[in-house]
């Protein structure tokens, strides 16, 4: 089975920062990978689809990069709606899984 | 709208079972692929199930440690998803979402487009 590794596990910044998540896949899924926003106490949503397709409504601070084995999510200037967990997935192929999450807050 | 209504959650004891529902609407049921997510508190998500549609053979996949005891169907009739669990512990407990998978074309399968609220699921004696 794929497992995926997201760094960092926790992150502080501040409102206009970059902001950059890794997700480390142990096999090569080439671009077969989601990134989902979790805000607190609500559903995950969707953000970027395959490795960097962003989903309608996402604003454009949010980009998506990588194949294979590592991929990135950046957010280039922090909002303070952006404070959420984000979690990366991948759909290679069954079973799918998710990154174990990476939880952004306001320093 | 796309809309996923869970329900069925509460508090059960080890041992139990019980059938969670989702109810959809706003899509084309019949033609869809549905997962079922699980996230234990202050816990990452858990891929749990996914059913295909019944066109194609509603067949199901299951992450491996709950494979034999998960049960995953769907009622066509009612835009209806159900997750039935068995044999219930402490660690079943969790939100349990349902999410859409395949839609339909352009898009494959893989994407959690739409997720319903969650039901929350606690084991406990």
């Known amino acids: 089975d794929i497992q995926l590794t997201q760094s960092p596990s926790s992150l502080s910044a501040s409102v206009g920062d970059r902001v950059t998540i890794t997700c480390l896949a142990t096999q090569d899924i080439s671009n077969y990978l989601n990134w989902y926003q979790q805000r607190p106490g609500k559903a995950p949503k969707l953000l970027i689809s395959?490795?960097?397709t962003l989903e309608a409504g996402v604003p454009s601070r949010f980009s998506g990069s990588g194949s294979r084995t590592e991929f990135t999510l950046t957010i280039t200037s922090l909002q303070p709606e952006d404070i959420a967990t984000y979690f990366c997935?991948?759909?290679?192929?069954?079973?799918?899984?998710f990154g174990q999450g990476t939880r952004l807050d306001l320093k | 709208e796309v809309q996923l209504v869970e329900s069925g959650g509460g508090l059960l004891k080890p041992g139990g079972s019980l059938r969670l529902s989702c109810v959809t609407s706003?899509?084309?049921?019949?033609?869809?692929?549905m997962n079922w997510v699980r996230q234990a508190p202050g816990k990452g998500l858990e891929w749990v199930g996914r059913i295909k549609s019944t066109t194609d053979g509603a067949a199901t996949d299951y992450v491996a440690p709950v494979n034999s005891r998960f049960i995953i169907s769907r009622d066509d009739s009612k835009n209806t998803l159900y997750l039935q669990i068995n044999s219930l512990t402490p660690e079943d407990t969790a939100v349990y979402y349902c999410?859409?998978?395949?839609?339909?074309?352009?898009?494959?399968?893989?994407?959690?487009?739409?997720w319903g609220q969650g039901t929350l699921v606690t084991v406990s004696s």
């Open positions: 999410t859409t998978d395949f839609m339909g074309p352009p898009r494959g399968f893989g994407y959690f487009a739409f």
């Open positions: 395959d490795a960097s």
């Open positions: 706003g899509f084309t049921f019949t033609s869809a692929w």
């Open positions: 997935q991948h759909y290679d192929h069954i079973p799918y899984s």
